[in-house]
C-alpha cells in the first residue's frame, strides 16, 4: 500500500514539474516573438538603411549601386512585409543573412557565441566565488578592518565604469607591467600543443574576467555578508553553538547553505546584466564574441544580425533564469513541494 | 684625358663596389610573422566588388595589379612588365609577366585582366574609373589592350591593387554574383604575394607567403597577420608593448603625439597621398542663408584654420584649401585661404545686408557632423561664428546612416565631412561639384547641390587631357573657381599616420600606404 502510494506522489511531483517547465516554455516563446518584432519595428524606425554603411565602408557609392543593394536585400519592400518575412523565416529555424557581413547570420551568432558564454560564465563564477568567500569572511570578522575594506572596495568596483576598469588595468597590466596581452582571445601567431595554446587563452582571459567581476563582486559580497550576518542570528545556530560545534562547521555546513540563497537569485536576475556588461568589455579587450558582434552590427544598422543575436540573448536570459531557478530548488528544499 | 677616363673609371667602380655591398646588406632575410592591426573589419577580402581601404589592406595583399605606384606617382611595373598609353590616348597596352600563377597554380593571363575590368565595371561602386574601357582585347595570352571611348589619364592610377585587383576568370566566373561570391572570404584564390590562411571577421585575417609568386624572393616576411583591433586605445598600448608591429590609418592627434615620443616607434603622415582624404565643412547652397555666397565667404574668413590644425589636431594635420590633397601633384596652392579675418568677415555680411538683431546675431544655422571625431570642429564653428553674429547649432547623429539621410536629402545648413580623393580626381573628385551628380539619398554625392557651367566643363576637359601640363592648367582653374565660389570650405588634411615598430623593414609608404603591396616589409630580429 505504502509503495503505490509514494510512486503516486512521485509521479505527482513529476508531472508538476513537467507542467511548471512547458508553462515557462510557452511564455519563453511569446516573449521571444515580441522581442523580434519589438527591436525589428525599432529597427526600421530609425532613418537611413545598412546600404548607406556599405556605402560608407566603401568611400562612397553612386545611386544605381545603392538600389541595387536595397534590391537585393529587400530592403525596398513595405514594412510589413518585411516583417513578415523575417517572422516566417524564423519559425523555420533560418535567422536570415547578414548584409554587412555576407555570412549567414546562424553561422556569424555561433563563431562568436562560445567567446563570450566563456567570458560571461567565468566571470560570474569568479563573481560569485570571490564575492562568497568575502562575505563570509566579513561576515565573521564584522568589524575588522578587512571589513570594511572589502565593502569599499567593491563597492568601488561596482560604480567604476566598466570600460574605465578595463583600460586602467590594460594600461596598468598591459603595458607598465607587460603581465597580459592587449587584446583579444587568442595569439595566433603561439605554435605549439594544447597546453600552450590552452595557457595563451587563460592569459587573454584574465583581464577581461576581472573587469567583467568586478562589477559583481560587490553585490554577491555584501549581500552574502548580510544575508550570513542574519543567518548567524538564528535560532538554530545558537542551538548548534550551544551543543559546541565548531564555528568552522557551523558555518560551512549549517549556515553557508541558507545564505546562499538570495546571493543565488541575485545571480540568476544579473545574467541580462552580465552580457550587456560584456559588450563593453569586450569592446575593450577586443574580446570576439557576441557583444562586439552586436556593437558592430547595431552601428552597421544590419536588421538580420541584430535580432539574431536579441534572439539569443533573449534566449540566454531565460535559459539562466530557468537554471538559477532549479538550482535553488536543489539548495532550498522549502522550493521543491512547488 | 686619359687621367679624367681613369678617375671616371677609379669612380665608377668604386661606386659600382658601394652600391652592390649596399645592395647585398639590403636584401633581408626571409621570414617572420608581422602582426599588423586593422580599425576596422572588411566585409570580405575582395577589392574588385567593394571599394574601402578596410577591404584595400588585405586585398592588397591577396590579389596583385597591373602597376604599383611609390612615394612619387610614378608607376612601376607590377602584373605588367611593361605598358604603352597610345598617342591617340584611347587605348593602353600592358604587357603581362609570363610566369605569374594564382595561388592554386594556374596561370595569369590576359583573358583574367579582361575578366577582372569586365567585374569591376559591372559591381565596383565607383563607375568612373573604368567608365570610358568599352572593351579589353586579348591578341594572346599575356598581352591585353584596354579600349577608351576617350582619353583616361586616370586610368593608370585606378590600375594599382586597391582599384584594379586582378582576379581568376575560373573562379569568378562560374556564374554566381561576384559581390556575394563564397570566395571573397574563404578559399581565396589570389594573385597577389600572400595567400589566406583564415579569415575570421572582427578578429583576425592571417595571411603567408606564396611561395611561387612571380617577383623573385618576394615576400619576404613568412607570414603577415592582421588583428582587427577596434578601440584606438588598445592598439596604441599593442604599439607599445610591441605586440603590434604595424597600424595605419591612426589618427587620434594625442596618440600619435605619444607613439611618436617612444623611441622603439616611428610615427609617419607618409603615404596617404594617393588616398587624399580632406576635411571640409560643406555647404548648402541650395537653400538658405547659406545660398549666399558672401555668407559662405564670411564663415571662412571667420573659421581660423591654425586653430583646427593646433588646437584640434594638435599639429599633426596639414593645411588644405582646395578640393584637391596637397599631396597629389594636380593640388594649386595658389587659392584664396580665406585666412583668419574677422572684420572682413563681419563686413562681408554687413554689405550683404544682414543686420544684427538686439541680441547681436544676424540669423541662425546648423552644423551637423557625421562621426564623433568631428564634434571638436562643430563645437568650434559654433564659437567662431558667434564672433560675427551668425548663431550656431550643433546638431549631432545617433550614426552614420542618420547623418547621411539627413545630409544627402538635402536637411542641412552646413556639415562638416570628411572625403576620400582616391587617387586620381576623376575617381574621387568630381563627384563632389558635378552639377549632374546632384542625386537625393546618395551620400557623398554633389550633396551641396553646387553647379558651375565652366566647372563642369572644366572637370571634363581634365578628364580626357593626357598631356600633364595641360591637365595641371585646367585642374588650376577648377581649383581657383570652386575656392572662390566655396560650396566646401576645406580645412586640413586628415591625419592619417602609420606607426611600426623600428624593427620593421620598408613599411608601406608608396602613395597607397596600406593598400600597396608588402612583399617588400621585412622584420629585423
Known amino acids: 500500500m505504502v509503495v503505490p502510494l509514494c510512486l503516486y506522489s512521485l509521479q505527482r511531483t513529476m508531472m508538476n514539474l513537467i507542467s511548471t517547465l512547458l508553462q515557462r516554455v510557452m511564455w519563453a516563446a511569446l516573449l521571444l516573438l515580441a522581442v523580434l518584432v519589438l527591436n525589428f519595428s525599432m529597427m526600421h524606425l530609425a532613418p537611413g538603411d545598412v546600404a548607406d554603411t556599405i556605402s560608407q565602408s566603401m568611400g562612397g557609392a553612386d545611386a544605381q549601386t545603392l538600389a541595387q543593394i536595397r534590391a537585393d536585400y529587400g530592403l525596398d519592400q513595405p514594412f510589413i512585409s518585411q516583417l513578415a518575412n523575417y517572422i516566417n523565416k524564423v519559425f523555420h529555424f533560418d535567422l536570415g543573412y547578414s548584409y554587412f557581413y555576407n555570412q549567414a547570420v546562424t553561422r556569424l551568432i555561433f563563431e562568436k557565441l562560445p567567446a563570450t558564454l566563456l567570458l560571461v560564465i567565468t566571470a560570474q563564477i569568479v563573481a560569485l566565488i570571490i564575492g562568497v568567500i568575502l562575505g563570509v569572511y566579513s561576515a565573521r570578522n564584522r568589524d575588522g578592518w578587512v571589513s570594511h575594506f572589502v565593502s569599499f572596495f567593491a563597492l568601488f568596483g561596482y560604480s567604476a565604469p566598466v570600460f574605465w576598469t578595463g583600460i586602467l588595468l590594460l594600461i596598468a597590466f598591459s603595458l607598465k607591467i607587460p603581465l597580459f596581452p592587449v587584446a583579444g582571445m587568442i595569439d595566433v601567431t603561439v605554435d605549439g600543443g594544447f597546453i600552450a595554446r590552452f595557457l595563451d587563452l587563460l592569459r587573454h582571459m584574465v583581464l577581461p574576467v576581472i573587469t567583467l567581476a568586478s562589477i559583481f563582486i560587490a553585490l554577491y559580497s555584501r549581500l552574502c555578508r548580510a544575508s550570513m550576518m542574519e543567518v548567524l542570528e538564528s535560532d538554530y545556530i545558537r542551538t548548534a553553538k550551544s551543543k559546541g560545534l565548531s564555528d568552522h562547521r557551523i558555518i560551512y555546513k549549517h549556515a553557508l547553505k541558507n545564505s546562499l540563497s538570495p546571493v543565488i537569485t541575485l545571480a540568476g536576475l544579473q545574467f541580462s546584466a552580465v552580457i550587456s556588461g560584456a559588450v563593453l568589455v569586450e569592446t575593450v579587450f577586443s574580446w570576439p564574441g557576441l557583444g562586439t558582434l552586436a556593437l558592430q552590427s547595431i552601428i552597421a544598422r544590419d536588421t538580420p544580425t541584430i535580432l539574431g543575436i536579441l534572439f539569443f540573448s533573449a534566449l540566454v536570459v531565460i535559459v539562466g533564469n530557468l537554471v538559477t531557478d532549479f538550482s535553488l530548488r536543489f539548495v532550498d528544499p522549502r522550493l521543491r513541494k512547488h | ?525
Open chain 2, 1 to 525: 684625358m686619359i687621367t679624367l677616363l681613369k678617375q671616371f673609371a677609379v669612380a665608377s667602380a668604386a661606386a659600382a663596389i658601394i652600391a652592390t655591398s649596399v645592395l647585398a646588406d639590403d636584401i633581408p632575410e626571409k621570414g617572420g610573422t608581422l602582426v599588423y592591426s586593422l580599425a576596422q573589419t572588411p566585409r570580405h577580402l575582395n577589392p574588385a566588388v567593394q571599394s574601402g581601404t578596410a577591404t584595400g589592406a588585405p586585398g592588397a595583399q591577396l590579389f596583385a595589379a597591373p602597376l604599383r605606384y611609390d612615394e612619387d606617382w610614378t608607376p612601376q611595373p607590377y602584373l605588367a612588365e611593361t605598358w604603352e598609353v597610345a598617342e591617340d590616348g584611347l587605348s593602353v597596352t600592358l604587357n603581362l609577366v609570363k610566369n605569374a600563377l594564382f595561388h592554386d597554380g594556374k596561370p595569369i593571363t590576359s583573358e583574367d585582366v579582361a575578366f577582372s575590368v569586365k567585374t569591376i565595371q559591372e559591381n565596383h561602386p565607383f563607375k568612373t574609373m573604368f567608365a570610358p574601357v568599352t572593351e579589353v582585347q586579348t591578341p594572346d595570352a599575356h598581352t591585353a589592350i584596354l579600349k577608351l571611348s576617350q582619353p583616361h589619364p586616370a586610368l593608370m592610377l585606378a590600375m594599382s591593387s586597391q582599384l584594379m585587383p586582378i582576379i581568376p576568370k575560373h573562379v569568378y566566373g562560374d556564374g554566381q554574383d561576384p559581390k556575394s561570391h563564397p570566395q571573397n572570404s574563404d578559399n581565396v584564390v589570389g594573385s597577389g604575394p600572400f595567400k589566406l590562411v583564415e579569415f575570421k571577421r572582427d578578429e583576425h585575417i592571417i595571411l603567408e607567403r606564396f611561395d611561387e609568386f612571380f617577383m623573385e624572393g618576394r615576400p619576404y616576411l613568412d607570414k603577415l597577420v592582421m588583428r582587427i583591433i577596434k578601440d584606438p586605445s588598445a592598439r596604441a598600448i599593442g604599439l607599445q608593448n610591441g605586440e603590434i608591429h604595424l597600424s595605419t590609418f591612426e589618427s587620434v592627434a594625442r596618440d600619435i603625439n605619444r607613439l611618436q615620443a617612444d623611441d622603439s616607434l616611428t610615427a609617419t603622415p607618409d603615404g596617404y597621398a594617393a588616398i587624399g582624404a580632406l576635411d571640409w565643412l560643406a555647404f548648402n547652397t541650395a537653400s538658405g542663408n547659406t545660398a549666399d555666397v558672401n555668407v559662405r565667404k564670411a564663415i571662412a574668413y571667420a573659421i581660423d584654420r591654425n586653430f583646427i590644425l593646433n588646437a584640434i589636431h594638435l599639429g599633426i594635420a596639414d593645411e588644405a584649401s582646395t578640393g584637391i590633397h596637397p599631396g597629389s601633384p594636380l593640388y594649386n596652392a595658389k587659392v584664396e585661404s580665406y585666412d583668419l579675418d574677422l572684420d572682413k568677415a563681419n563686413q562681408l555680411l554687413d554689405d550683404a545686408g544682414y543686420v544684427k538683431g538686439d541680441n547681436g546675431m544676424r540669423f541662425g544655422l546648423n552644423v551637423d557632423f557625421g562621426w564623433p571625431e568631428m564634434k571638436p570642429k562643430a563645437e568650434y564653428t559654433k564659437a567662431a561664428l558667434k564672433k560675427i553674429g551668425i548663431d550656431v547649432t550643433v546638431r549631432s547623429s545617433p550614426d552614420f546612416p542618420s547623418w547621411a539621410k539627413r545630409v544627402s536629402n538635402y536637411d542641412f545648413d552646413m556639415t562638416w565631412d570628411t572625403v576620400f580623393n582616391w587617387g586620381d580626381p576623376v575617381i574621387g573628385v568630381h563627384r563632389t561639384y558635378q552639377s549632374s551628380n546632384i542625386i537625393p539619398g546618395v551620400i557623398w554625392s554633389n550633396t551641396q547641390s553646387y553647379k558651375n557651367e565652366r566647372v563642369d566643363e572644366l572637370m571634363e576637359m581634365a578628364g580626357i587631357e593626357s598631356d600633364t601640363e595641360k591637365r595641371a592648367e585646367l585642374y588650376s582653374e577648377f581649383q581657383k573657381i570652386v575656392t572662390d565660389e566655396l560650396p566646401l570650405y576645406t580645412t586640413n588634411t586628415v591625419p592619417y599616420h602609420t606607426v611600426y615598430n623600428n624593427k620593421v623593414g620598408n613599411p608601406p609608404m608608396g602613395i597607397w600606404a596600406s593598400s600597396s603591396p608588402m612583399d617588400l616589409v621585412f622584420l629585423e630580429e
